[in-house]
């Protein structure tokens, strides 16, 4: 049972709540965190080779409403890796294995990233059991960019550099420095979770699988019938990501405008990593359609 300290509303020990693993089918554990109680019951999905340890500005807060619960993809924080390659289809089994464990939904599933096309397939398994989804600067496949040979020129470099970077230190500290905003427990997770070697040779299993992964979905989309769908697309621009940065906002409308209940909100203080920038912004757009279930 989840204790409460008096008159602050929050849980005794780690600002996530309590610790509990789900088993795959084919027995490896996936650990997972749940704080606060009341339907529906909010499931975040972290980026490309993150653990559940970047949502500590936006998990916390959506508890005070609802049951909010923080994951570790395979490889990532406390779960078991993974022998077998790192497709779309696998993740969202992974998910789906973590929803099994926390019961009859309904769920909203909120994806960050590359979790953005991991909660979209594991919604389309099982829409029933779906309320609605909020998708976080998500990779789109409506994106252009990803899909030019400049895109495998970078992702060749990655799989050189990163190991060397997380060897060296210099992942962990450039990679941790955003994240330190958050509860120093949640921090703490982050920095000694996220950069190790271990954590670069995830990043680069699932980065291998991008391209196929996120081709099939322009080929095959995945509608998501009536489901609210809030796309949530940062939009302030810097010298570095101009270019791309334009693009993938332009995907987002796209992507947004194609959903029957899709809403575009611009985070326009943010790029990528919104939930350490404007996590307000999050919450907000998950309780608007945790309010529309409640109704």
């Known amino acids: 049972m989840i204790e409460r300290v008096a008159g602050q509303g929050r849980q005794a020990g780690h600002t996530f709540g309590t610790s509990a693993f789900a088993t795959t089918t084919d027995g490896r554990r996936l650990h997972y965190m749940v704080r606060g109680s009341g339907g529906p019951t909010v499931v975040f999905e972290s980026g490309m080779g993150f653990s559940r340890s970047i949502w500590g500005l936006v998990q916390p807060v959506v508890a005070e409403r609802v049951r909010a619960v923080v994951y570790d993809r395979a490889g990532t924080g406390r779960s078991d890796d993974d022998p077998q390659p790192r497709t779309l289809d696998r993740m969202a089994d992974d998910l789906a294995a973590v929803l099994g464990e926390l019961g009859d939904g309904p769920f909203i599933l909120v994806g960050h990233s590359w979790g953005g096309p991991v909660v979209r397939v594991a919604a389309r398994a099982n829409p029933a059991d779906i309320r609605g989804i909020v998708l976080v600067d998500q990779s789109d496949e409506n994106c252009e960019l ?18 060397v970077l997380a060897r060296s230190g210099l992942y962990r500290l450039l990679g941790s420095r955003m994240g330190g905003k958050q509860p120093a427990d949640i921090a703490a997770d982050h920095r000694a979770e996220d950069f190790t070697m271990r954590a670069a040779r995830i990043m680069i299993a699932e980065q291998d699988q991008f391209s196929t992964g996120l081709g099939k979905l322009r ?11 809030s796309v949530i697309t940062g939009t302030k621009l810097s010298r570095l990501d101009k270019k791309t940065r334009m693009a993938l906002t332009a995907a987002h409308r796209r992507t947004a405008a194609a959903f029957p209940n899709g809403r575009l909100v611009e985070a326009q203080r943010s790029g990528h990593l919104i939930m350490f920038t404007e996590p307000e912004l999050i919450v907000d757009e998950i309780l608007r359609i945790a309010g529309s279930a409640a109704d």
């Open 146 to 163: 990803y899909f030019l040979p400049s895109a495998e020129k970078r992702y060749a470099m990655t799989r050189v550099l990163l190991p």
């Open 219 to 229: 080929e095959q989309p995945h509608g998501l019938g009536a489901l609210d769908v």
